[in-house]
DNA sequence: CTGTTAGCGCCTTCAG
DNA sequence: CTGAAGGCGCTAACAG
């Protein structure tokens, strides 16, 4: 507050200059036809006042706040962080600014925060690995003029998306499959949660049959997308059933946690007890052993984001999705 | 654009309620006085209409945005993004939002982003690890109405401080007097670049001198704060100095590369290497061998700048500083 | 207890 | 090529 002298305004550089405040505010956009003479001396006194338009006065025109918002579950898990990156970078370089929600994994954070964005009047939201069920998401974006959705999808009148081509759950298929075919008998499975699991776990155990891999219920586990959760399931999946040769892990920060509690297990990875990932993050390939994993573009992901929301910014509402691979990056835990 | 339904303003409820918009702005301030009835009536006309104010026009007299910019120069660094979380936790309990600005270790970029957030007429700003030297750094914050730093010295008139209470590069003292005093001879440092790095090093070595720790100037450098930074630096010091037998790092992430770069150079670590990092990041505690380091209380660190920001926010421009401590968590690295 | 008046700083529209 | 008038949605200050 004390240090903050007035900022010009634009009828202070109109009156300076002698203009109107049309003249400026055209030179500004450089629309409209000015003579060269007028531009160039408006200009010298703008640079001379070092007037900068206020923001809040010209959205409250406009509509617009060439702001967008970023919802993740929890901004301390690098795989947002790099999604992130891309985000921000991408719309810095058009003029945006980036608002930061992060639901810390709570749903009723989640829908607070959409809610919150509406009244910030951000020109578009992405939402990344939503926690909310359809039923809840969907009213709440269907409010916000332009929206992206990462890891899930949305229905096309709504926003783009960026996702797998496959249902969820594909992945840990994918890695059952892997895991069998390299002599694991029986894989233990640490599920997400959210609020559609067990449609997840479903499908799960019915492609696992249908592959005549072994499958148990007991062997499956739901927890939070941290390492500590990860760690205090996986303690509970191995000292409940030795007899589990895999686990694969809904993300690496699960994975990790499970590393650890294999090794306070005594289990040797990979060895006694195969394990696997997703997401990829640094982490994955620097721990001992390196972890096997998803590959995950998380860069790429976050500005195919930001781009698909541009679009929809700029006033084309075509649906475009965007789809990433599930490739197995194999390393030395498997 | 097209889902966005008209939203309805304060002069519809006035209208549709019967009384004038004065009368609505109080019941949504819960200033002046009201009648029970008035206010029980206005507040089902908001309700039934799903009135919510508009930011912008507000922010256009009060001149307030409730919201606040964090300046980071790496989202991607974990140490970071838990500072982050705590900046944002605290603000969202408070009804502020978070405008995330990330440098990306470029100090025009730095510069940048301080004056966008004015545009943008942020409440207030915490810049986090400024890679800007004091004169770039400090005219730029001074536009601001409230600053705080972390990691970072400024004048008291200008804003509130969270760092150590010691001077840069005391840490790298610390680490190499407990690696002295454990044995270690030639010890290197890593050193992270920052437009102040030279004063860092001369109290370095001047220190070492002190305590009688043998120093060579050939075993110090310098890298950006990344984990490829760390691998590569630290490579070419393992090549070019297969005489030292500790590292010490500027962060974790360069104490983690250079981990790397040691197993690649078949230097086992401890026995032939000592490594010290910086910051605990999770990742320190998980990798084999689990990275010595300085203890960071990341989330607090947030938490308070948060706090001392709100403090100015508010009006009191009284000075804080705030300080953490710089102790060493020793683990399997040395 | 409630209403009226006057902007905040900018852009849109319509005249010159 | 340039300007004047009006209003975006809200609140502060002052009347009643």
Redesign the pocket.
């Known amino acids: 507050m004390a240090h903050k002298q007035q900022r010009a305004?634009?009828?202070d550089v109109a009156r300076e200059a002698g203009?109107?405040?049309?003249?400026v505010?055209?030179v500004?956009?450089g629309t409209?036809?000015?003579?060269d003479?007028?531009?160039q001396h408006v200009r010298e006194i703008i640079e001379k006042m070092e007037y900068r338009?206020?923001r809040a006065?010209?959205t409250?025109?406009?509509k617009r706040t060439f702001t967008i918002g970023f919802v993740a579950p929890d901004i301390t898990n690098p795989y947002f962080t790099e999604i992130l990156q891309g985000v921000e970078e991408f719309f810095w370089r058009e003029g945006y600014n980036v608002l930061l929600a992060n639901s810390n994994e709570n749903p009723d954070r989640e829908k607070a925060i959409l809610e919150q964005l509406e009244d910030t009047m951000v020109d578009g939201v992405i939402v990344c690995s939503s926690r909310l069920s359809d039923d809840e998401l969907l009213p709440l974006i269907a409010k916000h003029a332009a929206v992206v959705a990462v890891n899930r999808n949305l229905p096309q009148h709504l926003g783009s998306v960026v996702t797998t081509r496959h249902p969820r759950g594909y992945r840990a298929v994918l890695a059952a499959k892997y895991l069998h075919e390299t002599g694991r008998q029986r894989i233990g499975y640490i599920n997400l949660v959210r609020s559609i699991s067990s449609v997840n776990l479903d499908m799960f155990m019915r492609e696992l049959q249908s592959l005549e891999i072994p499958i148990n219920p007991n062997w499956y586990a739901t927890c939070q997308p941290n390492w500590q959760a990860g760690y205090d399931t996986a303690s509970q999946l191995i000292a409940g059933h030795p007899e589990l040769d895999a686990i694969i892990a809904g993300n690496d920060l699960v994975a990790l946690g499970a590393m650890r509690a294999a090794k306070q297990y005594g289990r040797h990875i990979p060895d006694d007890l195969a394990l696997i990932g997703g997401d990829d993050i640094l982490m994955a390939s620097q721990v001992t052993p390196a972890l096997t994993t998803f590959r995950s573009d998380k860069y790429n992901i976050g500005t195919t984001a930001a781009k698909l929301l541009l679009q929809r910014i700029g006033g084309d509402m075509t649906y475009c999705e965007h789809h990433y691979q599930d490739e197995l990056i194999i390393r030395e835990s498997t």
């Open positions: 305004t634009l009828a203009v109107s405040m049309m003249t505010s055209r500004i956009h409209g036809r000015i003579s003479d007028t531009r338009p206020n006065a010209r409250l025109v406009t």
